[in-house]
């Protein structure tokens, strides 16, 4: 019922962020306007803390937790990296190509907020005084976190929680996957060039390839890899935004290769996801139809919608976090408070956060 309640609420303060579009519709020259992929990225992550938590809840998960259990994860997951994936061949195709300036400009932005957040949750785990570390398979929760609680961490493991190689958070795998597509795409961009597309596409889809083969060999913490197409899918997108536009045909053959290849992976692949051809579907739905809609309407500038989606990212990264420390206090009893304490941290960290990237 939490569930439920919670949506309602994220429905109801999309729909008063709405106003009608004053430019008309042909003003939007984007596959995905900018008002479309901040709610998407504030859909997907409230659909992210919502899955997680019928992952942990105390209660059987029945009707909606049930469905976001299920699927709620990989759906938010495709919209969160093909959106990614987009937006920066988008913001970046115009820039030189300088690493200095990229590193600074795109890599800071994801790397620093990174940090932040994870030196505030070692602080947090310090102030937990736990006496035994609790299992992740039956209770949930991190053991790194606790590790640091029971003070029983290596102080040499200490500065590799800033690496990802070892992690606070297991959902923190995501920094790692999105700095590998920015890097490929920053290569890409400097030897190859974006002029000549095709190329570029074969680069980068033989890029993340070889990644995906690396995360299965080393068992990095994202048996995720099955959702690399999503970002291979919104690059793809951005480069040949204007065909795309004009052109039917060029629609339809790429649906029918993305269909093609999630057939394929459902049939083939070890995974046991029945379901993932089914959520990725929804999730190029969901695309589709907020960038339909957001050609006749728009976003107010200060609505909740463009702040939540503001602190999406930190929202993220700080949920698991904020998990264990409920299940600290009383066990995984609520959604609401992991989704408000979560906000309340992202608002605070917010500045520092800013404050840093402006130096």
Same mark, same amino acid.
């Given at each position: 019922?939490?569930?439920?309640?919670?949506?309602?609420?994220?429905?109801? @303060?999309?729909?008063?962020? +709405?106003?009608?579009?004053?430019? /008309? #519709?042909?003003?939007? =020259? !984007?596959?995905? &306007?900018?008002?479309?992929?901040?709610?998407?990225?504030?859909?997907?992550?409230?659909?992210?803390?919502?899955?997680?938590?019928?992952?942990?809840?105390?209660?059987?998960?029945?009707?909606?937790?049930?469905?976001?259990?299920?699927?709620?994860?990989?759906? @938010?997951?495709?919209?969160? +990296?093909?959106?990614?994936?987009? /937006? #920066?061949?988008?913001? =970046? !195709?115009?820039? &030189?190509?300088?690493?200095?300036?990229?590193?600074?400009?795109?890599?800071?932005?994801?790397?620093?907020?990174?940090?932040?957040?994870?030196?505030?949750?070692?602080?947090?785990?310090?102030?937990?005084?736990?006496?035994?570390?609790?299992?992740?398979?039956?209770?949930?929760?991190?053991?790194?976190?606790?590790?640091?609680?029971?003070?029983?961490?290596?102080?040499w493991k200490i500065p590799l929680l800033f690496t990802g190689a070892v992690s606070i958070n297991p959902h923190m795998w995501f920094v790692c996957v999105i700095t590998f597509s920015y890097f490929l795409f920053f290569l890409i961009k400097k030897t190859v060039g974006l002029e000549r597309k095709g190329m570029c596409v074969a680069v980068y889809i033989v890029g993340m390839v070889l990644f995906s083969v690396v995360c299965r060999q080393i068992h990095y913490p994202a048996h995720y890899w099955r959702n690399l197409w999503a970002l291979v899918l919104g690059f793809y997108l951005a480069l040949y935004e204007k065909d795309m536009m004009s052109t039917k045909a060029r629609v339809l053959l790429l649906l029918a290769v993305v269909e093609l290849y999630l057939l394929s992976y459902t049939m083939f692949s070890n995974d046991n996801v029945d379901s993932y051809m089914l959520n990725a579907n929804i999730a190029m739905l969901a695309i589709v139809i907020f960038a339909s809609l957001f050609r006749r309407v728009s976003l107010r500038p200060r609505s909740a919608v463009v702040c939540f989606s503001s602190l999406s990212y930190l929202v993220y990264l700080l949920h698991g976090s904020i998990f264990n420390v409920q299940w600290y206090l009383w066990g995984h009893r609520s959604l609401a408070f992991v989704l408000v304490v979560s906000v309340i941290c992202a608002m605070l960290l917010k500045y520092p956060i800013d404050y840093i990237l402006k130096k």
């Open positions: 019922m939490e569930t439920v309640v919670v949506l309602a609420i994220a429905i109801f @303060a999309f729909i008063v962020s +709405l106003e009608q579009r004053n430019d /008309g #519709i042909h003003a939007v =020259e !984007s596959i995905i &306007p900018i008002d479309a992929s901040l709610s998407l990225k504030a859909l997907a992550c409230i659909i992210i803390v919502c899955h997680h938590f019928a992952l942990r809840s105390s209660f059987q998960p029945e009707g909606v937790e049930n469905i976001l259990q299920i699927g709620g994860g990989n759906c @938010a997951l495709c919209i969160f +990296l093909i959106l990614s994936s987009y /937006g #920066i061949t988008k913001s =970046e !195709s115009l820039h &030189p190509p300088v690493f200095k300036e990229f590193l600074f400009r795109r890599m800071a932005k994801i790397l620093i907020p990174f940090w932040v957040v994870t030196a505030f949750v070692i602080v947090v785990a310090m102030s937990l005084p736990m006496s035994y570390i609790p299992d992740f398979d039956t209770e949930k929760v991190t053991p790194n976190f606790f590790k640091i609680s029971c003070g029983v961490m290596p102080l």
